[in-house]
């Protein structure tokens, strides 16, 4: 008798145990396949179905028409207040370029009654060349 006792205790089960028990059934392999073929036919009918509605959705739009309001006519050759966006920025900054170009390669005053000039950047560095830099006085 101790010995049963001991082989319960170590975790032992036997035969003659009435509340251990194992599935005695399999799993419902025809529900399963059933559920899975009515999840198939319930995707592909709501797939249809929002298909459908798309087309609706889309022929509906198609033959909307936009009312046409007096004033919205009249606004097609207004034009913007100032300041306006670029409408072709490369020729704009090509403009750009050339004006300053012409500038940096001209004479011409900067300030006539100061009597400042602009010289050409060729010719700014030739100048600079044959006078030089100028330099600090020393202290002594």
């Known amino acids: 008798m101790a010995e049963r006792h001991m082989s319960h205790a170590a975790g032992h089960h036997d035969d003659q145990n009435p509340a251990v028990r194992h599935e005695t059934s399999d799993v419902n392999v025809r529900g399963v396949l059933m559920f899975a073929l009515g999840l198939m036919v319930a995707t592909a009918f709501f797939s249809v179905l929002v298909w459908v509605l798309f087309e609706y959705f889309q022929v509906r739009e198609a033959r909307r ?6 004033l919205a006519t009249r ?6 207040p100032e300041p306006r966006l670029q409408t072709d920025p490369r020729g704009d ?17 900067v ?11 060729e010719e700014a560095l030739k100048l600079t060349v044959q006078r030089g830099l100028p330099a600090r006085q020393e202290r002594r």
């Not at 028409?65 to 007096?70: K, L, Q, R, S, T």
């Not at 606004?75 to 913007?80: A, K």
């Not at 006539?112 to 010289?119: D, E, F, L, M």
């Open 111 to 121: 300030d006539k009654n100061a009597g400042s000039v602009r010289i050409p950047i």
């Open 65 to 70: 028409v936009v009312p046409e309001y007096p």
């Open 93 to 109: 900054l090509r403009a750009l370029r050339t004006q300053e170009n012409q500038i940096l390669n001209s004479y011409g005053w």
């Open 75 to 80: 606004q097609e050759t207004r034009v913007p």
